[in-house]
């Protein structure tokens, strides 16, 4: 069969011939890989730099994928980190990290959204007790996990959601997705009596952003949840110690090990669902698999979507 594979951490993954893969648990399955979603976490988990990754080489990149089963069955499957990934014809999953999907799901679609929709869908469902009614600030919303927070903070009943980042012209379209207000960092004390903040940044983009919001709250009492997600301001953030005495501020952080991977799944359904039915505009692109070294290197508004 053909792969990705990638042999040196500084270097894209090349496209060629690889062995093909074997199943050794009971619960592993040999299946075909229909659409792949060339992820910020596919890219780091590749280079050893995510925190979850064991940083084995050679590997095939690949976190997740849309794949059919030896029944016929669409399914959305999540790899823990291996080096048979879903950037090839066929891999190996675990059934008990897989969820069937409708019949009518667009594998595309699915793969494109799945991993950067999880992170947000998760936060709000599984590490903060969030309720219809709260207000969200998406810090880093103009990113495709940040676009898609946008919605799905809207679907799960937020009262008003608040998108920041640097680009005006990126923030002003995200009012059309359900954004009810926009600004950018300098601005951001705008978003002051939030209840929940989404943080895709971190690092000093973070800390400069908590002193002007917490000292504009309204009530320093009002609890206000801050969910560190994304690090593409920094891996670290050199928060005042005055942002945690001054308010009622509380840090959290949510991702693979702080949620188990049994609530990750157990959400899958919901969340395919709704991208199948609409409910989440997702932008898609599907690129060959034989193109992956362009691919792995190319910066896009859309989310790239390698099929074999």
């Excluded at 219809?132 to 959601?161: D, E």
């Excluded at 157990?266 to 060959?288: F, H, K, M, S, W």
Aim: aromatic content about 4%; glycine content about 8%.
């Amino acid at each position: 069969m053909h792969a990705a594979v990638l042999s040196a951490f500084d270097a894209p993954p090349v496209y060629r011939d690889h062995p093909e893969p074997v199943a050794k648990g009971d619960n592993e399955m040999i299946v075909d890989v229909l659409a792949a979603g060339l992820h910020h976490l596919t890219r780091s988990k590749a280079t050893g730099a995510h925190y979850s990754s064991t940083g084995a080489l050679p590997l095939i990149p690949g976190a997740d994928a849309v794949v059919r089963d030896q029944a016929g069955r669409l399914r959305y499957a999540a790899l823990d980190d291996t080096t048979m990934g879903t950037f090839a014809e066929r891999t190996v999953i675990d059934l008990r990290r897989s969820v069937p999907l409708p019949d009518d799901a667009d594998p595309v679609r699915i793969a494109a959204a799945m991993n950067p929709g999880m992170s947000s869908w998760v936060a709000l469902r599984r590490r903060v007790a969030f309720t219809a009614g709260q207000r969200v600030l998406i810090i880093g919303a103009t990113g495709n996990a940040g676009r898609m927070a946008v919605q799905i903070a809207k679907l799960f009943g937020a009262a008003h959601v608040i998108a920041a980042g640097r680009d005006e012209s990126r923030l002003a379209a995200l009012t059309a997705l359900g954004a009810d207000e926009t600004c950018t960092f300098d601005r951001i004390e705008r978003a002051a009596d939030v209840d929940v903040v989404i943080d895709y940044v971190w690092g000093e983009p973070a800390a400069t952003a908590m002193i002007p919001m917490l000292t504009a709250r309204a009530d320093r009492a009002a609890p206000l949840t801050w969910i560190q997600i994304g690090s593409i301001g920094g891996a670290a953030a050199p928060i005042p110690s005055v942002a945690l005495r001054s308010a009622r501020l509380q840090l959290v952080g949510s991702g693979i090990g702080s949620v188990p991977a049994r609530d990750f799944i157990a959400e899958l359904p919901a969340l395919a669902a709704a991208v199948t039915e609409g409910a989440i505009d997702v932008r898609a692109r599907a690129v060959p698999l034989a193109d992956v070294e362009r691919a792995w290197t190319t910066d896009t508004g859309k989310r790239l979507v390698l099929v074999p």
